[in-house]
């Protein structure tokens, strides 16, 4: 500071006035209030340095001069107020001028630890005076007996800014060294929080916590905790005239372990010095045979019995020395013992707040926390308040009435999110964590003493109050984020950002947490709600026959727009209403967002003109951001800002309406399906209070609590405890002794040992417990020795105990899963390699596990190894990977524009065009895209023309049955001309389930009582041609892959019939309108795939217990079916499936149910020949009748009632057997089961050029037969 503005200071200083011993009056002249505004002046002009402040604080101007001329002068309303600016402004938290933050940099914090050294010389020497505080008690009376309504602004103003110096005041931190006060003394805070209760502040305090000063509540908070954050509230609770029991009991074993602890040091110094000398009396040692740093012998101090005793760290300091920027920062909460009086008149004033201002006043701060009114982090006023108060409560006659307003689910929810907010903020402020670890700790305290109130409730004599806690408990544990909220705090500790301090009152919390749900569920039970993943359903646009309904139109290129909405801008337009409500409840921000809204459908709704008067009238209402633009924007400017709005997805769906009906109706094949995303359900279940305790054995709650243990003989008995029975819960309740087998417990446990207090029996007893397993499991295996040195989770804790080879998946074996770089380019050169080689169809994967060196690899691992190095491909066959590499091209050739037009020309008065069109094509595209092109060419004019053509249904009689049979005839006996290649051979085996999943499934279709239809091969055969002619041919490619996949997921995993099925979700158009077509869920059905078993699910299944040599096999017949190779015969349609209801003989509920589980997949290979014989005809036709009335012999264990029975085609040389006969035979004996069948089976190939060649050569014709496999063991 330069000496002129020092000299200027004290000068104006000095002119304030000057104080006359004799009288003890301050006397004034006319021009100090002028000398006061100008301190004022000088004040404002302070810099960031804050000179002028320390040099007032320097020259003591507030003790000698400011203070005293108020109170001699306090009744003259001008001089008071100014005055009373300068001292707030003075008195201003230190804190405050560096904006919360302590400073680093040396001068800084020079000048901020002066600042703070004035401000307790002014709280010590100025404000432990009653006479100071008398005046403003005098000024709030005064003031206050004026009616709210009728004060003015000044007056106001003056309330606001004594209760600020209050706030100031007892906002200054104490300074202990200089203090040195004892427990039970008064301290400077203490000797102000007297001067206040004499001056009868704190009764204007309580007086203005009514309703009537709600404008106050935040100051009056923030003053309360200052006024007692030296407090223990359960202490204060316990002050009386004369000490109570439990304040003698617990100084008297203070005293008694002060005592014991200096007793036990003075014995060990005796022991230690009493046979022996002092060891600097024990002479100079040499050391033979071993050299110092010079030439001679090595000098020892002390005498040596052995030679290993000898030790060169005697003189080093071994103690650990954290870095400074991983100190965690000490959360500040410091509690004392006032003296007696203090705490009487503190105790006093908190009863009389608890029952008159407690709960109006928590509600409005509630109020006006939620509604963002006050300042920030103003909450922790709140939380501290929450937290004293009902800790006062429940340690003073507890009544929950009294703290009703914080004592609710809203209330623990509220504490949980601020707990959430402080963690969020402390791995965002990575460098400014300390104040919100303060924070966060406050939280934790509130959310504690929540716990302990609602236990007290629960312990309560009332009825009504346990049967409130009842309620509470069971909403809490109830909802799945509190419970696990407490878990998720417990492994976010981190030791070097927060204290010691939090860590005790968090395993307090953990501890008190446990308790009370494991107490709940033993003594009630608990159904708790637990999330499951679930996907949305899909919606189908689908238009109601004769009401029009709006569809999405598609939105206009801007290109198109750009010239029109020029010419409204140059052209200008008539001005329009603001887009703005004040009326409204809508904010002002949603009102903006929806107005740009209307803007962007307007310009999408061709309705230029008021697009522009829109946009135009809401810059005249929100003009300060430029999001509309600003005044005098250019026109082309403008037209930019228009592009922005127009492109931009807003979620705006422009309409239009259709007046046809008959039009709707149409385009319902037209419109695609919309998938919602996945989401979350919640569903409730029985709670497992084991199961969530299994969650803590983790590595960060053992080391967390092993850390607190290191200070036992600091800790309190609750805390040790706390600690030992969360050790306990995973050692003994969990059976993870392991996890407690590390080197740093086992020398607290030493410790322990070493020194046995009564009071630490419970640590002793659960170190020995520990220190047991540990022998017991050393002595089976050596390596325990070497786990002593790490943490453990739950898995390593189970080998440790068990062995290191309890996981016998090869999966999870260390190191298996690993590849090196030669691994890597080894699995790459086989993949080129199969890939570069068409001479054989041998699958991707089975090739490269028989050439690949390291034979212990997985199938898949493989997989994942080839996705992971970009050889990604569905199924792992060679034909796959080649038609995945065939890339379509966008654009159309002319070879394919001139077959559209010829297959146009030939199939475009068909029913359904497109149908016969698509499987012709060379290349494979949507049929949208050809529809596009044959509009493009001109082949069709409307996009009508290519829809399948309406025809009435056929209705289910004899005739429409004659008419089918003879039409499938006729398709037969063409299909059979069509046909050159015989045949390849097929086998469909049966899936077994075990007894356990048969039996759910026969609960679930109990529940539905719906009855599955039963289908013969030849009706299997009939859907799937039908399918193929309707035009699902892509949909039932997509089914065959999706089957390829499972089989595969099946092979590289292993078969699990207990495993949930996999859903089938249609992704592209052809299969999302297939999976609206009744027809394909009846091809769905007809092949095995199972239904929504609930409204929970929403998609079609594969069942997991079909195997996938099966899923295989019934691909094939799909596969079939689209090449156009399955043919349908009318002839054999009772003879394969006998229907109950023809049937004669009685059946008992059992073969019922046997009937409707049973599916029968059959599939028919066209033959070379078109025409069976008249001979075989007529044998078949006999047969028939012979055996239409024949029930199939089944099963009469109930429990293998439910298991699907399939039926196997195998290809037989035999020329006189035809295919009905066979079945007849087949249904007529018993048969082997289905294990001995396929055990005899030869593995046949899918090559359709091999099974030519072994026709040709074989000269014999094939046929099928029908094997009926039954599970009759």
Not at 137 to 158: C, F, H, N, P, Q
Not at 429 to 440: A, D, G, H, Q
Not at 728 to 742: E, V
């Amino acid at each position: 500071m330069s000496s002129l503005l020092s000299a200027e200071l004290s000068a104006t200083c000095n002119a304030l006035g000057t104080f006359n011993k004799k009288t003890g009056k301050y006397l004034i002249d006319d021009f100090t209030l002028n000398t006061v505004k100008d301190l004022i002046r000088y004040l404002r002009r302070d810099g960031e340095d804050h000179e002028i402040r320390r040099h007032f604080g320097q020259t003591k101007v507030l003790q000698t001069d400011l203070l005293p001329m108020l109170i001699d002068h306090w009744e003259k309303e001008e001089l008071f107020d100014v005055t009373l600016r300068l001292i707030v402004n003075l008195t201003n938290p230190a804190l405050l001028l560096y904006r919360e933050e302590v400073p680093v940099e040396r001068t800084a914090r020079h000048n901020y630890m002066q600042i703070l050294s004035h401000l307790q010389s002014y709280k010590e020497e100025a404000f432990t005076k009653v006479e100071t505080w008398q005046v403003f008690a005098k000024k709030l009376a005064k003031v206050l007996e004026i009616d709210w309504s009728e004060r003015d602004e000044d007056t106001g103003l003056i309330i606001e800014r004594i209760l600020i110096l209050i706030r100031n005041v007892l906002h200054v931190p104490a300074d202990l060294d200089k203090e040195r006060r004892p427990e039970n003394d008064a301290s400077i805070h203490d000797q102000v929080l007297w001067a206040l209760n004499q001056a009868g502040i704190l009764d204007i305090i309580l007086y203005m916590s009514s309703e009537n000063e709600k404008q106050y509540f935040m100051h009056i908070l923030e003053i309360i905790s200052h006024l007692l954050r030296e407090q223990n509230p359960t202490s204060l609770a316990d002050a009386a005239l004369q000490r109570s029991v439990d304040e003698k009991l617990r100084d008297d074993q203070e005293l008694l372990m002060i005592r014991m602890s200096e007793t036990k040091e003075r014995l060990n110094k005796v022991k230690q010095y009493s046979a022996t000398r002092h060891s600097r009396f024990g002479g100079t040692y040499v050391v033979k045979n071993m050299k110092s740093i010079s030439e001679n012998e090595l000098i020892s101090l002390k005498p040596l019995n052995k030679i290993s005793n000898l030790d060169f760290n005697g003189s080093k300091k071994s103690k650990l020395v954290k870095p400074k920027n991983r100190r965690p920062v000490e959360s500040g909460f410091m509690e004392r013992r006032s003296a007696f009086a203090i705490r009487l008149f503190l105790k006093e004033f908190c009863i009389e707040f608890l029952n008159t201002s407690y709960n109006p006043m928590m509600h409005y701060v509630k109020d006006v926390l939620v509604r963002a009114k006050a300042q920030q982090n103003d909450e922790s006023y709140y939380l501290w308040a929450m937290k004293f108060f009902m800790e006062f409560n429940r340690g003073h006659n507890f009544q929950v009435g009294l703290v009703s307003e914080t004592m609710s689910v809203p209330m623990f929810h509220y504490v949980q999110q601020q707990l959430e907010k402080y963690y969020d903020m402390i791995s965002v402020e990575k460098k400014k964590f300390s104040p919100w670890v303060r924070r966060l700790h406050l939280s934790l305290r509130a959310y504690k003493e929540l716990l302990h109130t609602l236990l007290a409730m629960d312990k309560s004599t009332d009825e009504g109050v346990k049967e409130s806690a009842k309620v509470l408990k069971s909403n809490i544990f109830y909802v799945l984020e509190y419970r696990e909220f407490i878990l998720s705090i417990f492994l976010n500790y981190d030791e070097n950002k927060m204290p010691r301090s939090y860590l005790v009152d968090l395993v307090e919390t953990v501890h008190l947490f446990l308790k009370m749900l494991e107490h709940f569920c033993k003594k009630t039970g608990l159904m708790v709600q637990k999330k499951v993943r679930k996907k949305a359903k899909a919606k189908s646009k689908k238009s109601k026959p004769r009401v029009s309904k709006p569809k999405e139109a598609p939105v206009t290129v801007w290109e198109e727009v750009r010239p029109q909405l020029a010419a409204v801008l140059s052209a200008g337009v008539d001005h329009y209403p603001p887009p703005f409500d004040a009326a409204s409840d809508v904010p002002i921000d949603q009102q903006k967002e929806d107005c740009m809204k209307k803007i962007q459908k307007l310009m999408r709704d061709h309705k230029y003109e008021d697009a522009v008067g829109t946009f135009r009238a809401a810059r005249e209402v929100w003009p300060e951001e430029g999001i509309f633009g600003v005044a005098g924007i250019p026109e082309d400017e403008e037209l930019d800002m228009l592009e922005t709005v127009y492109n931009t997805d807003m979620g705006v769906e422009v309409t239009e309406i259709d007046q046809e009906d008959s039009h709707n109706d149409s385009d319902d094949d037209e419109e695609d399906e919309e998938e919602d995303e996945p989401s979350t359900a919640v569903v409730e279940t029985d709670f497992d209070f084991k199961d969530f305790v299994l969650r803590f054995c983790h590595p960060r709650v053992v080391s967390a609590c092993v850390c607190l243990l290191e200070r036992y003989d600091k800790n309190t008995t609750h805390t040790n405890h706390c600690i030992v029975k969360m050790l306990h819960r995973i050692a003994w309740d969990c059976n993870r002794p392991a996890m407690m087998f590390q080197a740093t417990l086992f020398l607290i446990f030493q410790r322990i040992l070493h020194n046995p207090v009564p009071h630490l029996k419970e640590l002793e007893k659960f170190a020995v417990y520990v220190l047991r397993k540990f022998t017991e499991i050393a002595s089976k295996s050596g390596k325990v020795f070497i786990e002593l040195l790490f943490w453990k989770n739950s898995k390593d804790a189970v080998e440790i105990e068990h062995g290191y080879d309890v996981h016998s998946d090869p999966r999870d074996k260390p190191g298996k899963g690993g590849w090196s770089e030669a691994q890597e380019e080894e699995l790459r050169q086989l993949y080129m390699e199969n890939q570069s080689n068409p001479e054989t169809d041998q699958d991707v994967i089975d090739w490269m596990l028989e050439n690949i060196i390291d034979q212990t690899r997985t199938r898949r691992s493989v997989i994942k190894k080839l996705k992971e190095l970009g050889l990604i491909f569905k199924a792992p066959t060679k034909k796959v990977n080649r038609e995945k590499r065939e890339h379509v091209p966008k654009d159309f050739s002319e070879e394919e524009d001139e077959m559209l037009r010829e297959l146009w020309q030939q199939f475009g008065d068909t029913t359904d065009p497109m149908a016969l069109i698509l499987p012709r094509m060379p290349r494979k595209r949507s049929k949208r895209s050809f529809v596009d092109r044959m509009l493009e060419l001109g082949v069709v004019q409307d996009r009508k023309q290519c829809r399948k053509k309406k025809q009435r249904k056929a209705k289910s009689t004899a005739d429409d049955d004659k008419s089918n049979e003879s039409s499938s005839e006729s398709e037969s006996e063409a299909s059979h001309s069509d046909s050159d290649a015989p045949p390849p051979t097929i086998n469909i085996k049966p899936k077994k389930t075990n007894k356990k999943d048969a039996g759910k499934k026969q609960q679930i279709k109990n529940k539905k009582g719906a009855k599955s239809v039963e289908l013969s091969a030849n009706e299997i055969a009939k859907l799937l041609v039908q399918a193929v002619d309707e035009g699902f041919t892509e949909a039932l490619r997509w089914l065959a892959e999706n089957l390829e996949e499972v089989a595969l997921d099946q092979e590289a995993e292993g078969f699990d019939p207990t495993a949930e099925g996999t859903a089938l979700v249609p992704i592209s158009s052809e299969s999302i309108e297939a999976m609206d077509s009744a027809l394909f869920l009846e091809v769905l059905k007809s092949i095995g795939i199972a239904p929504p078993s609930d409204e929970q699910e929403i998609y079609w299944r594969i069942p997991s217990n079909l195997h996938h040599e099966t899923i295989r096999k019934r691909r094939e017949i799909i596969l079939k079916a689209i090449n156009k190779e399955l043919i349908v015969d009318n002839s054999i349609t009772n003879t394969v499936v006998p229907k109950s209801a023809n049937s004669q003989e009685p059946i008992d509920k059992a073969e019922s149910s046997d009937d409707d589980d049973l599916f029968d997949n059959l599939r028919k290979i066209r033959d070379n020949n078109p025409v069976i014989s008249d001979n075989v005809s007529n044998k078949s036709v006999s047969n028939n009748r012979n055996t239409s009335n024949r029930k199939r012999s089944r099963s009469n264990d109930p429990d293998e009632g439910n298991n699907r029975k399939m039926q196997r085609i195998e290809e037989v040389n035999d020329e006189e057997e035809d295919i009905l006969s066979f079945a007849k035979k087949t249904l007529q004996t018993d048969l082997p089961d289905t294990e001995d069948i396929l055990s005899g089976l030869p593995h046949h190939s899918d090559d359709s050029e091999r099974e030519d060649e072994a026709a040709r050569a074989g000269g014999r014709r094939k046929k099928l037969r029908v094997i009926s496999d039954d599970e009759s063991e």
